[in-house]
């Protein structure tokens, strides 16, 4: 088991935002978690990441206990994520955000070959390489996001909406690119209002509701399950 | 006309002072995005060390300028950690007032400290810096006058390489522009806000240094309007600007040394008033200063 949640409760103030959820994600898998606006996705993620405390229950990264460790710790032990909104460093250049990226790794060789690998993934970032990430289109910042995730060679890659505010076209791109990121051996845990397609590419999914996971299995079964095709497919 | 060159020579000095406690405003508020008025006196705690050091404790030269700097880099460390970092995410008011209330116990104490073991307050400096001086025709440039553009100089040029080229500067960049994202990259921000008032404390020593160097006095609240006029030069050239308030700070000192010299006697007095006239009107003209980025926010 890559990660996993056991029991994890969440509170802003009095407000308890996440029940005592619980799942894990395999090695080599693309989990999707995916819900209404408010439902607790970017909560969960927030907490996997250290940005949120956790109330109770544990997050386990390869067995290894990770509740409690700071935030900028986690990056270091393979848990990248791609913000929701993107957060890029838009008054930075393109190449410095990739940079930051990097920030928790020491081998300059092996920076380079990671720069390599994202530009070669990402042909756009390298011709645009010196611009201000800021002057980036939506679709561009998208991918500076998920390349500067990959700077830091994650086990695992946190995806928080990646599909937000993009044409159906650039969404198609971004899932495919999700998906040839996940074959190149990074585990995918992907967050998205867009069911339908983050069904499409996951192995299992959960549904979320109000803070607590309502539904889980198979992605092929939660596409035929009827109540998550009238709540979440519009169908 | 005899005037303008020493005039100029003195707005520069002063100047160029201010410019040097201005990059730690602008630095604080660029990364931490709080206003830090306690760092003036951060200058005037300097001068004490220094005044200590040379005149009671007859350290050698070097070693004074040392302690100087270490002494205002653990100061600036620990009100950070004691009086800012707990405040972190609470109102900016709220920080603002706790930085005004560091800033009065930091003159108080060093007023407490100057009465009993001195019986006064303002105490002044042997010259103890002397460099020779230039005469060019009828103008005479002091040693001190080059030492103190120098090193402001060579240290605005090194904070902007040390922004740009290191790590630490790009994760104080980070930080800047979102504390969450860059704690996503790996960065420890408690870490970078830290660094950032110990360099920012370590340049105000230098200040202080020069400072007394020139003009050879120390009191327990020359920081605080030290400290406005230094924040008012940020501001002018642009908070979060370090050329910025480099540029901000040699203007704000080039308009008070020429009121100074220039207004008639009763108006004179307000010299330090006047500066503060131009930022008001350089803030209508252009409200993010001098060299200050208008930020677009893109979602």
């Known amino acids: 088991m890559l990660l996993e949640i056991k029991d994890l409760s969440v509170y802003y103030g009095v407000i ?44 386990k990264l390869s067995g290894k206990e990770i509740t409690k460790t700071p935030a900028h710790k986690i990056v270091e032990m393979g848990i990248a994520q791609v913000p929701e909104g993107r957060r890029i460093f838009s008054q930075l250049s393109v190449f410095e955000n990739l940079k930051l990226g990097a920030y928790t790794r020491n081998s300059q060789a092996e920076i380079n070959e990671s720069l390599e690998t994202v530009f070669s993934r990402f042909p756009r970032l390298k ?37 937000m505010g993009l044409s159906p076209l650039l969404v198609s791109e971004i899932f495919d690119i999700i998906k040839s990121i996940n074959k190149s051996g990074t585990t995918v845990l992907l967050v998205e209002q867009n069911a339908k397609k983050a069904l499409s590419i996951a192995n299992h999914a959960y549904v979320l509701e109000t803070g607590k996971i309502v539904l889980g299995g198979k992605s092929e079964d939660l596409i035929n399950n009827d109540s998550v095709k009238k709540a979440y497919l519009g169908e | 006309m005899e005037k303008l060159i020493p005039t100029l020579i003195d707005g520069l000095n002063l100047g160029s002072v201010y410019a040097l406690v201005a990059l730690g405003y602008t630095m604080v508020y660029g990364i931490a995005k709080m206003l830090n008025f306690a760092h003036g006196d951060v200058i005037m705690v300097g001068a004490y060390t220094l005044f200590v050091c040379i ?48 800033s009065y116990l930091l003159q108080n ?83 970078t806000i830290s660094i950032t008032f110990i360099i920012g404390s370590a340049l105000a020593a230098i200040a202080s240094i020069l400072f007394a160097a020139k003009y050879q006095f120390v009191e327990s609240t020359m920081g605080s309007l030290f400290g406005i006029k230094a924040f008012a030069a940020a501001v002018f050239g642009g908070i979060g600007s370090i ?33 503060f006239v131009i930022l008001i009107i350089m803030l209508v003209l252009k409200p993010t200063g001098l060299l200050g980025k208008q930020t677009t926010e893109k979602v």
């Open chain 2, 243 to 275: 050329p910025g308030a480099v540029i901000g700070g040699v203007i704000i000192g080039i308009i008070e040394a020429f009121s100074t010299a220039f207004l008639p006697g009763s108006v004179n007095a307000a010299s330090d008033g006047f500066a």
């Open chain 2, 55 to 102: 005149t009671t404790l007859h350290l050698p030269l070097w070693l004074t300028f040392i302690i100087a700097i270490l002494v205002c880099s653990v100061l600036g460390f620990i009100v950070e950690k004691l009086a800012y970092k707990p405040l972190r995410g609470s109102s900016p008011l709220a920080v603002l007032i706790t930085a005004i209330g560091v």
């Open chain 1, 127 to 163: 011709e645009r390489k010196n611009q201000v990430a800021g002057t980036l289109s939506g679709g561009e910042q998208q991918m500076l996001a998920m390349g500067r995730a990959l700077m830091s060679k994650p086990k695992i890659m946190l995806l928080d909406e990646p599909s």
């Open chain 2, 109 to 191: 104490l060093a007023l407490l400290f100057a009465n009993t073991k001195y019986g006064m307050d303002k105490q002044f400096f042997s010259s103890f810096l002397n460099l020779g001086s230039l005469k060019i025709g009828n103008v005479t440039i002091s040693g001190v006058d080059f030492l103190i553009w120098i090193t402001t100089a060579v240290i605005m040029v090194g904070m902007m390489l040390f922004i740009k080229k290191t790590k630490t500067g790009r994760a104080m960049l980070a930080v800047s522009e979102d504390k969450g994202a860059a704690q996503l990259m790996g960065v420890n921000v408690n870490k």
């Open chain 1, 16 to 59: 308890e935002a996440i029940k005592n959820v619980s799942f894990s994600v395999e090695e080599g898998e693309i989990i999707a978690l995916i819900g209404a606006n408010g439902a607790g996705k970017t909560t969960i993620l927030h907490t996997i990441s250290g940005l949120v405390s956790a109330k109770s229950g544990s997050i």
